[in-house]
Each structure stands twice: as structure tokens, then as C-alpha cells.
């Protein structure tokens, strides 16, 4: 069966699964800005605002700071692709062959990961932006 069938299944009343109009990938049900297939890919309620999935940071690293992202994949069939820009018209995909990524588990059980830049921040105003694609 295909899992995003599945996953609808077990997080709308049937009424609502039936609906691809509520539950179909790229409707937002719960309002909060995210498509169902965020939700589904994050492993986020999607009849419930408070779930993000993931959020930006910054991190220390030998007294210079980078951006970061965090993020969870719950879903085994969508890609998710962590990218860095500054100036968010040219973005350049994270490398996890020579870019800093962290792995682990949320206490729910979901696979985490963080993925560190490249490029520091300076204090010249350097400005970074990151963002999390989403694909099935």
C-alpha cells in the first residue's frame, strides 16, 4: 500500500480521509502553513497547529557562528533536501559527505537530523538563509 494512503488513513477521521479536498498532499488542513505532505514527511499532526518539525538555530563552533537546521523525517519515502543561500536566489544544496550533520531520535521515536553551514557568520553582516525541500 502506498504510505502516504496509509499515513492519511491513521491521522484523519474517515470522513476526512476521504476527502482529498482536507487530506490530499498538498492541502494544508490544520491551517498552520504546511501542507499535508509537510506534515507527513516532518511526522507532524496535521489537524494540529502546535507540531513544527523542525526549526533554525545558531551554533558555536570555535568562536565563530553558523546557521543551522533541524529537522525531522518521519516519512521513508520523500526527500528532504537542506539548502543554504545568502541571498536567497542561488541555493546550494548541504553536502553530507563534507557538511557537519548531527543525527539522532525525538523522544516520540522520529529520526532526527541537524545539518550545520559552511559558510560562518561574520560580524560584517554576512547574511545566511536556509530552507528545507520537500519531495515524494
Known amino acids: 500500500a502506498d504510505a502516504y494512503f496509509t499515513w492519511t488513513w491513521e491521522n484523519f477521521p474517515d470522513a476526512m480521509a476521504m476527502d482529498p479536498a482536507v487530506s490530499g498532499s498538498g492541502i494544508d488542513a490544520d491551517g498552520d502553513g504546511y501542507s499535508n505532505l509537510v506534515e507527513y ?43 543554504f543561500s545568502a541571498d536567497l536566489v542561488n541555493w546550494m544544496p ?5 557538511q557537519l550533520y548531527i543525527s539522532g531520535m525525538t523522544p516520540e521515536g522520529i529520526p532526527e537530523s541537524t545539518v550545520i553551514d559552511r559558510v560562518a557568520l561574520d560580524s560584517a553582516g554576512s547574511r545566511r538563509f536556509v530552507r528545507l525541500k520537500i519531495s515524494r
Request: charged share 15%.
Open 94 to 98: 548541504a553536502d553530507p559527505q563534507s
Open 41 to 83: 514527511a516532518l511526522g507532524t499532526d496535521p489537524l494540529s497547529v502546535p507540531g513544527r518539525g523542525y526549526f533554525q538555530s545558531v551554533i558555536e563552533i570555535d568562536g565563530a557562528l553558523f546557521l543551522a537546521l533541524t529537522y525531522q523525517s518521519a516519512a521513508v519515502d520523500t526527500r528532504l533536501q537542506v539548502e
